[in-house]
């Protein structure tokens, strides 16, 4: 099993950038789709990005287009987001989840079965 730790949360003003990061304990990552999701207040997990370990294409949820960015590092076995011009809107706990579900369906939540603790980001003034 792959087992998701998220770090790097944190506050960061709007327009900020900020980077998470999900190492996991394992070699095999290649083997494993690794998604990243939020859960604001009062609102449903969503799917934020996601790599598909068949083809190690990456997908977005359209509200992150152009401003996050997920990749892999096999040396250190971690996933990472990076997320810039950051808006009040992307406040949240994110977590990292690892599955064996490929192409567009690794933005959506309840095909993973193991998921990271969570790291709040919140972006303030």
């Known amino acids: 099993q792959l087992q998701p730790v998220e770090s790097g949360g944190g506050l960061v003003q709007p327009g900020g950038s900020l980077q998470l990061a999900c190492p996991n304990s394992?070699?095999?990552?290649?083997?494993?789709?690794v998604g990243w999701f939020r859960q604001a207040p009062g609102k449903e997990r969503e799917g934020i990005s996601c790599?598909?370990?068949?083809?190690?294409?990456?997908y977005y949820t359209e509200s992150v287009k152009g401003r996050f960015t997920a990749v892999r590092d096999f040396a250190d076995h971690t996933v990472s987001l990076q997320m810039k011009s950051l808006k009040p809107e992307d406040t949240g706990v994110y977590y990292c989840?690892?599955?064996?579900?490929?192409?567009?369906?690794?933005?959506?939540?309840?095909?993973?079965?193991?998921w990271g603790q969570g790291t709040q980001v919140t972006v303030s003034e």
């Open positions: 790599i598909s370990a068949d083809d190690g294409n990456t």
């Open positions: 989840a690892s599955g064996l579900m490929y192409g567009a369906d690794c933005l959506i939540p309840r095909y993973y079965d193991d």
């Open positions: 394992v070699t095999t990552l290649s083997d494993w789709t």
